[in-house]
């Protein structure tokens, strides 16, 4: 946020802070927090189900299953644009 805000500050101090995040450490940096964030929701919605759902303790091992192949697919697809972008794609 405080990057962010540095654009009514200072235009060019934040153009200066923005091109520092642009290399390919960030990238992974970036991918990972992304990875993070993806599993920590998908596995809340698991937990609200196992809470909420009569039938959900029965099944929550199938669900931890889905849970990481949706994780697995949202991050394939996400990586492979993201990565791309930043290791010089377009």
């Known amino acids: 946020m405080l990057d962010?805000?540095?654009v009514r500050v200072s235009p060019g101090?934040?153009?200066a802070v923005m091109?520092?995040?642009?290399?390919p450490?960030?990238?992974l940096g970036?991918?990972?927090l992304v990875a993070a964030i993806v599993f920590h929701a998908f596995n809340g919605l698991r937990l609200i189900l196992v809470?909420?759902?009569?039938?959900?303790?029965?099944?929550?091992r199938q669900m931890l299953w889905g849970v990481l192949a949706l994780w697995v697919i949202t991050?394939?697809?996400?990586?492979?644009r993201h990565l791309s972008l930043a290791f010089g794609g377009h």
């Not at 091109?19 to 290399?23: A, D, F, G, I, P």
């Not at 809470?51 to 929550?60: E, L, M, P």
């Not at 991050?75 to 492979?80: D, E, H, L, R």
């Open 51 to 60: 809470d909420f759902w009569k039938s959900g303790t029965k099944y929550h």
């Open 13 to 15: 101090a934040y153009d």
């Open 4 to 6: 962010t805000s540095l």
């Open 75 to 80: 991050m394939v697809a996400f990586s492979i």
């Open 19 to 23: 091109s520092t995040y642009k290399n």
């Open 25 to 27: 450490l960030m990238a």
């Open 30 to 32: 970036e991918t990972a």
